[in-house]
């Protein structure tokens, strides 16, 4: 037990050494108490002189959440004339060109890090040097090799300004990532800085030499310069920033240095997407709190009024609109992967909804490659897997066809014998007026032929059930589509045939017999009901009520032909 070990090391003490630590304690205590007694007497003295106005420090005002403040930044700060000349360098004019060579490198060491120099300092928003304190003599070689370092001076100041403005929350994890990785770019460009002026402190730094050890730096700072200037342009974010480095990665083919810092840049710039992605495809969830993601979750409610309709199909609302895609949040190099990246989502969500876990096994951590195989083949095993499994789900467990097979007995009358039963044992009822029909007796009637037919063989003949319509098919058609457009105002345009018109919301109800008014209805469950979906039903039933309609001519044009043969053997 460490506690004991501790009473141990306690126990083997020498006494004398706990003497002497408790008395130099109460020497450092006493030693604090004197200096903060000569503190406090040299607050009362300041008091209680005559300081002169101009020559208090204004308060600084705290900076502003969204932009950092004045001096919390690594952006170069004006500084006023008034603090230059508290501790004035001495005149350039007063030194030679060893010295003046030597001022001058110092100058521009401090310059890269953004910290203004004395003699000469960068003007971040007008872009320029300036020359102070007799930085007008200085020797005309050395302006020269000035000016041509000058352009990484703006390079920097560009790419610290955008960084500091474009790490907040408010624009995104990408843009979060980018900066993040650009800072990591600038700490080399810092230790740069470092090497240089370990280097001129030693003596061994000529400003010949500092341009030469600046070459790479230029290169570095150049190409986040324009990566900053081209985000800064457009506004990108998001996917637009993806897109736009997968590209300049193309652009660097004859340049491997540059195509290595754009791919790193790419690749960690991409990781909080790429996070997104998985969590999508693997666990069909949406983790994007900026949506900057290409799948959109949407939590608008449909139209109450076109909700409560009973053609309103929720499933197909919910499966179409809930998981939307979004193409201007699509990186470039998804472009041609979309639909199979929303469809693994989906598909996983059918699990989510039936309250169901489900781990893939070959889960991959996926990142930006220059190579799309990459990033391409987990996306397809996903989908694959996504797909498998939920096809098995719909066929074993639910016996998907076996439903479907049923839709086509009843629905598109392959069952020939039960409806010719039914249609005679119930003639009474369907030539009546619908509002005069006993649902009952119509739902024992379908009952009767069924169990008088082959269909009391299936097992899934208990799902079917009657309905009666309220309005007949080409107003159901027309409603059926209005719904499916989500057409707003009273009149429903279509390709297929003419303007139909709409009064009021729904359809009115006219006087039907309970031939136009007789439908069928089959029970169906989630997840089937996402295949088998109102919508779907709809369309069945649609085809049924005129094929149920064809069916009673052609009986009524058998039954004429009968008659009519039976009557030329009177003539």
Request: proline share 5%.
């Amino acid at each position: 037990d460490p506690r004991d070990t501790r009473n141990t090391q306690e126990q083997l003490r020498d006494p004398r050494d706990t003497f002497d630590h408790r008395k130099d304690h109460h020497g450092m205590l006493n030693q604090k108490k004197e200096s903060r007694d000569a503190s406090n007497q040299r607050r009362e003295q300041r008091d209680t002189l005559d300081i002169p106005k101009q020559s208090k420090v204004p308060i600084r005002q705290v900076p502003s959440p969204e932009l950092p403040g004045r001096h919390l930044t690594r952006n170069y700060i004006n500084v006023t004339p008034e603090v230059m000349m508290r501790n004035p360098p001495p005149p350039m004019r007063e030194t030679d060109l060893f010295s003046q060579e030597q001022l001058i490198v110092e100058e521009i060491i401090s310059l890269l890090v953004g910290i203004q120099g004395w003699y000469i300092q960068y003007d971040s928003e007008k872009k320029l040097l300036e020359y102070f304190q007799g930085g007008d003599y200085i020797n005309h070689s050395l302006r020269s090799l000035i000016r041509k370092i000058e352009p990484l001076f703006y390079f920097y100041s560009t790419v610290t300004k955008f960084i500091e403005l474009n790490s907040t929350y408010q624009h995104g994890l990408v843009s979060q990532s980018l900066c993040s990785v650009m800072s990591t770019l600038l700490k080399e460009h810092y230790t740069i800085a470092a090497q240089l002026e370990t280097q001129l402190r030693s003596g061994n730094l000529s400003i010949q030499q500092l341009w030469f050890y600046l070459q790479p730096c230029f290169k570095t700072l150049n190409l986040l310069f324009e990566i900053c200037e081209e985000i800064d342009k457009s506004n990108m974010q998001g996917a637009a920033i993806l897109s736009m480095l997968h590209n300049k990665i193309s652009t660097f083919i004859g340049d491997p240095k540059a195509k290595q810092w754009c791919l790193a840049l790419a690749t960690h710039t991409s990781l909080p997407y790429f996070e997104i992605l998985e969590n999508w495809i693997y666990r069909g969830v949406i983790l994007d709190p900026k949506q900057e993601f290409m799948v959109e979750e949407s939590k608008t409610t449909p139209n109450p009024a076109l909700q409560s309709h009973p053609y309103y199909d929720l499933t197909t609302q919910y499966w179409d609109r809930t998981y939307t895609w979004k193409k201007e949040k699509t990186p470039r190099f998804f472009k041609n992967f979309h639909e199979k990246i929303l469809k693994t989502g989906k598909y996983l969500n059918v699990f989510r909804e039936s309250e169901k876990k489900l781990n893939n096994p070959n889960r991959i951590n996926i990142r930006y490659s220059e190579n799309p195989r990459d990033y391409i083949e987990p996306i397809d095993l996903a989908f694959k897997f996504a797909s498998e499994k939920l096809l098995k789900e719909l066929s074993d467990d639910h016996d998907l066809m076996g439903r479907l097979n049923a839709l086509r007995r009843y629905f598109l009358m392959n069952q020939g014998d039960f409806f010719l039963h039914f249609m005679s044992i119930a003639r009474a009822e369907l030539f009546g007026k619908a509002d005069d029909i006993q649902f009952q007796r119509l739902q024992g009637l379908l009952e009767m032929s069924i169990a008088n037919s082959n269909a009391r063989y299936d097992k899934y003949a208990d799902y079917l059930k009657v309905k009666l319509e309220t309005s007949d098919v080409v107003d159901m058609l027309a409603l059926v589509i209005r719904i499916d457009k989500q057409i707003p105002d009273n009149r429903l345009k279509s390709e297929a045939f003419e303007i139909l018109p709409i009064q009021g919301e729904f359809p009115a109800e006219i006087d039907l017999t309970g031939l136009e008014a007789f439908n069928l209805e089959f029970e169906v469950k989630w997840p089937v009901s996402l295949v088998i979906s109102t919508k779907v039903m709809t369309y069945y039933q649609l085809l049924f009520r005129q094929l149920f309609y064809f069916k009673h001519v052609e009986t009524s044009l058998n039954e004429a032909w009968i008659r009519q043969k039976n009557m030329k053997q009177y003539q």
